[in-house]
């Protein structure tokens, strides 16, 4: 009975500390542990935003998934990985945050505040138009294309991130 207790123990311990762990990755470190997200961080990477997505925030962080970079006209992305579109590549990374910490519950309260869509100001300055489509959180941007929330809710020590399966146009 005493070492099932002590295995017990040992188990919720390293619970314990595997959420505090967790709970201690910034934004980057969140989207750098996850194998679908690996376009974004090179993204992360080449637009220089490292150091300001492991800034305190807190930040909302609407990441496009590896298949969502790969829906772009072939050879976009290696384009946008060039030194000289540094620029863009930026533009188009920051156009994908929105300063503030906005979990599903705080998204889907602004959607219903707003009867049936809000306007989310990005880093980048323009708008992202969230509403709900067929239960499912839907973005519309700056050009009219629309990325779907697949995930929700991945908790950074700087933020939030919620997964989505189209990258968003400024």
Known sequence: MNTIKKVAL????????????????DIVGVA???NDHTTLV?????????ATLQSKGPFTVFAPTNAAFDKLPAGT????LKPENKT??????TYHVVAGKL?????LAAIKKGHGSVALKTVAGGELKASLV???????????????????????????IHVINSVLMP
């Open 10 to 25: 040992f188990i919720a311990a390293s619970f314990v500390a595997g959420n505090a762990m967790a709970q201690s990755k």
């Open 32 to 34: 750098a542990a996850s």
């Open 42 to 50: 090179a993204a992360i990477k080449g637009a220089d935003l490292v």
């Open 77 to 80: 992305v290696a384009t946008l």
């Open 88 to 93: 863009k590549l930026a533009g188009i990374l």
């Open 103 to 107: 979990d599903a519950k705080a998204v």
């Open 134 to 160: 067929d239960g499912k959180v839907v973005l519309t941007d700056a050009k009219g294309g629309k990325a779907t929330v697949t995930a929700t809710d991945l908790e950074a020590s700087n933020g939030v």
